[in-house]
Structures are given as C-alpha cells and as structure tokens.
C-alpha cells in the first residue's frame, strides 16, 4: 500500500489556489459551479455557536484510523450516536435549500460521517465517490448516478492544513484516465480550496478530488453529509436503516432517512407516454443565468 506524502510542504507554497469570492455567488451561479466544475464552497453556513458545538460532540466520538495512515480517522453514522447539533445540521436550512434547487427532488441521506487529518496525515488519493458498479470501500450506495457530499469544515482550512483538493471538471470527461475507480496521489490540474470555519464545500459525487496533508501542528476536523435525489437508488437493494431508529431521531430530521432503496423511477418507460411535457426548467442552459 502507497503511504507517500500527496505533496511536499514545499510543493503547497506554488499550488494553485482557488481565487473565487465565493459569497458572492447568485444560487444559479452555485448551481453552474457544482454542475460544471464539479463542486462549490458556501461560506458561513454554520453559525460560530454550531461550530463549537459540533467540535464538542463529534471530538468526543470515538476514530478508527484509516489503513494507510494512523493521522487520519474518522467516525461513521454519526446520527446514531448522541450529537444532537451534528443531527440538526443535516437539515441545516441554507444548504438544503440549496440541494433541493439542484436536484429539484427530495433529499435523501445516505451517510454522515466524521474526519478527522492530524498533523502528519499524508493526504487523501485523489479519488471519485461513485462507482457505477458498487465497491468494497463505499458498498452499492456509490452505484448511485446522483449524489452530493456536504464536507462542514470545522477548523479554518489553511494551505499547511488539509485543505480541499480537486480537479475541476474531472466529472465531465469521458476518457479512459477519468475511471471513477482510478486513484491518483497528485494531479498537475489539481487545485487547493481554504475557507473559513463553519463553510462547507459541495461536491458532485463523480468528480476528482481529496485533500492536501497536514504539515501544520493542529488537527483539521470535517463533518461530512452525503445526499441524493429520490430517484436515484443504487443499482440493487442495500440493506436499510433498522426503523426502530429511525423513529428516535428528531422529527424534521426522519425524512432524509427514508428507505436507502427508494428509486422514483419508470422502469417500464414507453417510447412515446401520453403525459410528455414540452418543457423543463432543469434542462434550460439558463438555469445557470437565473437570479436569487
């Protein structure tokens, strides 16, 4: 197994840096951004208090290193476990918002999970979260054709801490090297993404991407939420959320937890159905033109 560095210290002082004022982007222009270049970063979305909370909750749950390095760990289904910000925030009001324009469906949640890059992590391969086939790291759920990751960031992301890490587009070519299940340790294209605590960055669950290391001397914690659209199951049945437990999360919470199986799909889809419309809001290039 590779347990090389992604990048040296010396290579994040001339990586190329994302230079976009962020906050000031239309919803529509946040659409053409996650749809085109494959993610998009909302700042401030968590209040200062939300961010204090979540670092309390989720810092006392217990880490499993990962197999290549013991500086990076993390915690999964977090919404079974006693972190009532951390639940909340999965119906955290402006970023739902925002998911429910760019899919234009209900959302679903398909995971919650913590992660945590100590000092010495040695950066995440880049790689994609959806595997049209399933796969023994992420299971059926990434054979699922639409998916967003929600990746809260709890500590400010400098260029020495873990910052994001993708390459814009990845998600649109049609080539060979672009195999959602093709890893890389670094890409020439690649680009680094900061931001402040309490943002949270989006990505398209089919573009290239990770996270530089951590050459600084403090952790870099990240909360991550995973969402997609009602009709877009896996390709077969998963196993489902025991319902019992489903039933004891907070009321506005139950409803990202329905069936991990639901598929709104037609199966059965004639050529030629009695009911065709003759327009569509979210197929119009000027979804990306639209004011808040």
Not at 6 to 33: C, F, K, M, P, Y
Not at 34 to 57: F, H, N, S, W
Not at 155 to 184: G, M, Q
Not at 235 to 258: C, G, K, M, N, S
């Amino acid at each position: 197994m590779n347990t090389s560095f992604t990048n040296s210290l010396e290579q994040l002082a001339v990586a190329h840096q994302e230079d976009i004022d962020w906050g000031t982007l239309t919803d529509a222009e946040r659409i053409r951004s996650i749809e085109l270049e494959g993610y998009v970063v909302l700042p401030d979305v968590l209040t200062p208090d939300q961010v204090t909370a979540l670092r309390q909750e989720l810092d006392g749950l217990p880490t499993r290193a990962v197999d290549y390095s013991p500086h990076q760990r993390g915690c999964t289904d977090v919404q079974w476990t006693d972190s009532p910000t951390a639940i909340e925030v999965i119906a955290n009001p402006p970023v739902v918002a925002f998911l429910r324009a760019l899919f234009g469906d209900e959302l679903l949640c398909t995971s919650c999970g913590y992660s945590v890059s100590d000092p010495g992590h040695p950066g995440i391969a880049i790689h994609t979260d959806a595997q049209p086939y399933g796969s023994k790291i992420f299971g059926l759920q990434a054979s699922s054709p639409v998916l967003a990751r929600v990746l809260y960031y709890l500590d400010d992301l400098t260029p020495e801490r873990s910052p994001f890490k993708v390459i814009p587009r990845s998600h649109l070519s049609l080539h060979r090297d672009a195999n959602p299940y093709h890893r890389y340790l670094s890409h020439p294209d690649e680009r680094m993404v900061t931001c402040r605590a309490g943002s949270a960055a989006i990505i398209n669950q089919k573009v290239f991407h990770g996270n530089y290391p951590n050459h600084s001397d403090s952790s870099r914690r990240m909360y991550g939420i995973a969402y997609r659209p009602a009709w877009a199951g896996p390709i077969e049945d998963v196993e489902d959320r025991d319902p019992t437990r489903v039933a004891q999360l907070p009321a506005q919470i139950q409803p990202y937890f329905r069936s991990l199986n639901t598929r709104h799909i037609d199966f059965d889809l004639p050529n030629r159905p009695d009911d065709m419309a003759r327009d569509a809001a979210g197929l119009r290039p000027q979804r990306w033109d639209a004011q808040k």
